[in-house]
């Protein structure tokens, strides 16, 4: 199992920039470690359902974004630090939600991914 812990959220003024940072601890296995699962961004604003941010491969070469934040928000993970980012730049306030990072558990798996691990989120708000 892989515990997953957000950090980097804030409060911040629209255009401002903000990198949220998610680390992974729990118990590993030969082959089953955060270095092979997959990582995924999500959020949720009040009132909406959670939505897909952006994803990265588990040897981070291959990166994906939502056409929301395509251009802004940049997605990257340090194997030797367990951790995922997510850089978020020119911040909007629709950006303004709770965010999550996830864990696709099967190892080196391509898209389309399927997240089985989450964490408890940060708040992101944005104002105008």
């Known amino acids: 199992q892989v515990q997953l812990v957000e950090s980097g959220g804030g409060l911040v003024q629209a255009g401002d920039s903000l990198r949220l940072s998610c680390a992974a601890s729990?118990?590993?296995?030969?082959?089953?470690?955060?270095?092979?699962?997959?990582m995924g961004w999500f959020r949720q604003a009040p009132g909406k359902e959670r939505e897909f941010v952006a994803a990265?491969?588990?040897?981070?070469?291959?990166?994906y974004a939502a056409d929301s934040v395509k251009g802004r928000f940049t997605i990257s993970r340090d194997n030797a630090k367990n951790t995922v980012y997510l850089q978020m730049n020119s911040l909007k306030p629709e950006d303004t939600a709770v965010y999550y990072c996830?864990?696709?558990?099967?190892?080196?798996?391509?898209?389309?991914?399927?997240?089985?691990?989450w964490g408890q989120g940060t708040q992101v708000t944005v104002s105008s």
């Open positions: 729990g118990r590993t296995f030969p082959g089953r470690t955060f270095t092979t699962y997959p």
């Open positions: 996830a864990a696709d558990r099967r190892p080196w798996v391509v898209p389309p991914y399927e997240y089985d691990s």
């Open positions: 990265i491969s588990w040897n981070g070469r291959d990166t």
